[in-house]
């Protein structure tokens, strides 16, 4: 009974910022490895950014030091703040979650993660 729902997506201006979150369901322990993936069209999946059951976090290339993902357990909610956005950051982005705590890193693949969110679209115009 894992559920993942993602909001806080949207249309801005490029250099703009955006908070995604995704509320989890109780049953998503605090131990669970959380992370965002995005995926634009025509292009795959990839990792955006992975937080472990330390709070320990890891970030692609292409986001790192604008990216700032967290997770605050007594909520049961993970985030994901935007800033100095790109059009290249286009894409939906959705958030993840593994019950295997370990190897908890933006570089980990999509079938490594269980559950998934439905996506909450992000667009960036220039």
């Known amino acids: 009974q894992v559920e993942l729902v993602e909001s806080g997506g949207g249309s801005v201006q490029a250099g703009g910022s955006l908070r995604l979150s995704c509320a989890a369901s109780?049953?998503?322990?605090?131990?669970?490895?959380m992370a965002w993936f995005r995926q634009a069209p025509g292009k795959e999946r990839e990792g955006v950014a992975a937080?472990?059951?330390?709070?320990?976090?890891s970030y692609a290339d292409s986001v790192q030091g604008r990216f700032t993902i967290s997770r605050d357990n007594n909520k049961n909610t993970l985030y994901l703040q935007m800033n100095s956005l790109q059009p290249e950051d286009t894409a939906m982005y959705y958030c993840?979650?593994?019950?295997?705590?370990?190897?908890?890193?933006?570089?980990?693949?999509?079938?490594?993660?269980?559950?998934w969110g439905q996506g909450t679209q992000v667009t960036v115009s220039s």
């Open positions: 937080i472990d059951s330390d709070g320990n976090t």
């Open positions: 993840a979650a593994d019950p295997w705590r370990f190897y908890c890193s933006s570089s980990r693949i999509p079938n490594n993660f269980r559950y």
């Open positions: 109780r049953y998503t322990h605090t131990t669970y490895c």
